[in-house]
């Protein structure tokens, strides 16, 4: 609790620059849970120094382009980036291989769920870039969309319950849990329109 009061009474002083900043130093490397950051923003807007909706927006912004900044890196710079002290602590040679082969069996869905774990977030979208498998606009696409879901939870969640800090830490520790279940409900509806799409493809042959 006291690392969000922290970063509310930042974000109080500097509004939205210091949220996006923060957003994306978070894409950079920087050792702040993006979480608590995007909540944070939320609460400033429950507090009534921001707008909700643009904090939505503005979170997405810092968010996505963290995440690009992450992948460029990979896509541009390639291994060699790895001697760069911010990729050196967080993504080891042994953590880079793992990441590189769960790469090469699942594609794109790595970057998906990527979004969603945060300890290997930034691994992966650096991973992606070296792989050469996605193109820019799917990598941003894709992270795009699993950002939609991830944002709008810890910005409005920050919101609704800025007068209670109490209950707003309660929610914030289950909220990577109502994510998750968003996800695997995502994935089952998906499975499901997959299965019914085979299953009149059989049909009308």
């Not at 997405?60 to 050196?88: C, N, Q």
């Not at 799917?138 to 109490?166: C, R």
């Amino acid at each position: 609790m006291d690392f969000l009061q922290t970063l509310v009474s930042i974000f109080m002083q500097y509004g939205y620059f210091a949220v996006f900043g923060i957003l994306i130093l978070c894409g950079f490397g920087l050792p702040v849970p993006e979480d608590i950051s995007l909540t944070a923003g939320g609460v400033i807007s429950g507090l009534g120094y921001a707008n909700v909706h643009i904090m939505f927006f503005v979170g997405m912004a810092g968010v996505l382009i963290g995440d690009s900044f992450v992948f460029w890196l990979g896509k541009h710079y390639g291994e060699k980036a790895l001697t760069l002290p911010v990729l050196r602590t967080v993504l080891h040679p042994e953590r880079f291989d793992k990441v590189r082969e769960q790469f090469k069996k699942y594609g794109r869905w790595v970057v998906f769920v990527g979004r969603f774990m945060p300890g290997l977030r930034m691994p992966i979208f650096f991973t992606a870039g070296t792989s050469k498998q996605i193109s820019f606009f799917l990598f941003l696409l894709t992270d795009g969309f699993a950002a939609l879901i991830s944002v709008p939870i810890w910005v409005y969640l920050g919101y609704y319950f800025a007068h209670n800090f109490d209950e707003l830490m309660g929610w914030v520790r289950g909220g990577q849990t109502l994510i998750f279940i968003l996800f695997a409900l995502l994935i089952l509806v998906l499975v499901f329109f997959w299965w019914r799409r085979k299953h009149r493809e059989g049909k009308n042959k």
